[in-house]
């Protein structure tokens, strides 16, 4: 995992109806972009439900810091709003919208 990168976060089973987790309470694509370092070996990454740190093996890296100039990169690091991450993740990963 590296800063830019575009990670997903492995879904609950029964698409979490059962599942408390943060993903599943804010029912999260699950999809999110690393921002940088975190305590602990850890990985801030940004979802579309807000922030959460993770470990290298908690989520799979899907693309390698793709489509991020450097002034967007520094967007990310330096903290993108939520909407315009939305938009730009729904970009990158083709979701439409
Ligand atoms: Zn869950």
């Known amino acids: 995992m590296e ?3 575009l990670v997903q976060v492995k879904k609950c089973p ?3 109806i059962l ?3 943060f993903f599943c309470h804010h029912d ?3 999809v999110g972009l690393v921002k ?3 305590t602990f070996n850890r990985w801030s990454v940004l979802f579309d ?3 959460w740190e993770l470990a290298d093996d908690e989520a799979e890296v899907i693309s390698k810091s793709i489509e991020l100039t ?3 990169l520094e967007n990310v690091c330096g ?3 939520q909407s315009q991450f939305d938009s730009w993740r729904c970009r990158v990963i083709n979701e439409g919208g």
């Open 14 to 16: 029964d698409n979490g």
């Open 70 to 72: 450097d002034d967007q």
């Open 49 to 51: 439900c807000g922030e």
């Open 3 to 5: 800063i830019g990168d």
């Open 79 to 81: 903290g993108m709003e």
């Open 28 to 30: 999260s694509s699950c």
């Open 36 to 38: 940088g370092p975190a």
């Open 19 to 21: 599942c408390s987790c």
